[in-house]
């Protein structure tokens, strides 16, 4: 190799390092998946939390890996209050209705869907 190819691989592999830190300092920040009037879901890493910003309450849920055969089978009313309800449904998700607004949102792994 040469001199400049030393420093080409060098350079390059700096860059990768300084890429990989920053992808995973951007997943370890707090992700606003909802951010609505009466309610706003946050997750940070393995939690998400709920904060039902009508009745000035926060709920919090830990997401684990469970085996298929262990895991939730049919949806479980997790919060019920008058402003809204916290559903766990199967394969890892929740379903929130925001009683005060009329929307309902589902929080999956890896996505969230409304509708009114």
């Excluded at 309450?57 to 262990?70: I, M, Q």
Aim: aromatic share 4%; hydrophobic share 45%; glycine share 6%.
């Amino acid at each position: 190799m040469t001199r400049s190819t030393k420093a080409a691989v060098i350079g390059l592999l700096v860059v990768l390092i300084v890429a990989a830190v920053a992808l995973v300092w951007y997943i370890l920040q707090p992700q606003v998946l909802i951010d609505a009037a009466t309610l706003s879901v946050v997750r940070d890493g393995s939690t998400i939390t709920v904060h039902d910003l009508v009745a000035d309450e926060a709920h919090t849920f830990k997401v684990v890996r469970v085996r298929r055969s262990e895991g939730v089978t049919e949806s479980h009313s997790a919060v019920d209050t008058a402003t809204i309800s916290i559903d766990t449904i199967p394969h890892g998700g929740l379903k929130i209705t925001d009683k005060t607004a009329g929307m309902v949102y589902i929080v999956k792994r890896k996505c969230v869907s409304m509708n009114p």
